[in-house]
């Protein structure tokens, strides 16, 4: 079985262009998280998809992010336009079922972003 | 809100030995979940072991095991037997466990390094 994959592993873009990062969880996973780790800190939640649904968006940044689900598959993290400070590690995760219990969630590999 | 605490520095151990990694959180929920996840070089994030808050003994997964006080509030994790491969950075997680279906993103903590020598 895949694993969570994310595309592109490394984005290297100048400030005020435009980035989408595209994941795709495991297969049959409903939820799908999206985190960020900037460096030196915490990895940070950003938001939270139940199939197509957002769950919780509380952990966006502000609304230069934008992430979608379409169909409840894979999901895409836009960030128009990109500031300095949005460089890190952006993780995707997923995860089988939802509310309590275990259900450890599976984490991509990260894209690296680097806004110069 | 919830919050989870790291602070040890670099940590070094020797091939073989055990380490120990620690972990202490705050939170007002009365059940969560705790979680470990391994990150090496390579960048991926592995899942190694799960404390829930209501289970009575510490979990263990192969060679970690988790020390869980709760009264304490912290959930050290425990490497026995150090391989090379152990090399990586460690997290500390929680979440909620809300059983009708909400929130359940996960709570980091800053991360440790770990190092081990041959």
């Known amino acids: 079985e895949a694993g969570v994959t994310q595309f592109p592993s490394h984005s290297v873009i100048e400030k005020g262009q435009t980035v989408t990062l595209r994941c795709d969880p495991i297969?049959?996973?409903?939820?799908l998280y999206w985190y960020r780790r900037v460096m030196g800190k915490e990895i940070k939640f950003l938001l939270h998809f139940v199939k197509e649904s957002k769950q919780d968006e509380s952990g966006m940044p502000n609304n230069r992010f934008l992430a979608e689900r379409t169909g409840g598959t894979y999901s895409t993290l836009k960030v128009q336009p990109a500031e300095l400070e949005d460089s890190g590690v952006y993780f995707c995760?997923?995860?089988?079922?939802f509310g309590g219990g275990h259900h450890e969630q599976y984490f991509g590999p990260g894209t690296r972003l680097t806004v110069t | 809100a919830q919050k989870i605490t790291q602070t040890q520095p670099g940590m070094f151990v020797q091939e073989k030995e055990a380490v120990t990694l620690d972990c202490t959180y705050d939170t007002s929920d009365p059940s969560y979940g705790l979680f470990w996840y391994k990150q090496p070089s390579s960048g991926e994030m592995i899942f190694l072991i799960y404390q829930g808050s209501y289970d009575q003994q510490n979990a263990t997964e192969g060679r970690y095991s988790l020390n869980f006080q709760k009264a304490r509030k912290s959930a050290n994790l425990v490497i026995s037997a150090s391989q090379l491969g152990d090399s990586a950075m460690y997290f500390c997680a929680m979440r909620e466990i809300v059983r009708t279906g909400a929130n359940s993103k996960l709570t980091f903590g800053k991360g440790i390094t770990l190092s081990v020598r041959p």
């Open positions: 995760a997923s995860s089988q079922a």
């Open positions: 297969s049959g996973h409903d939820n």
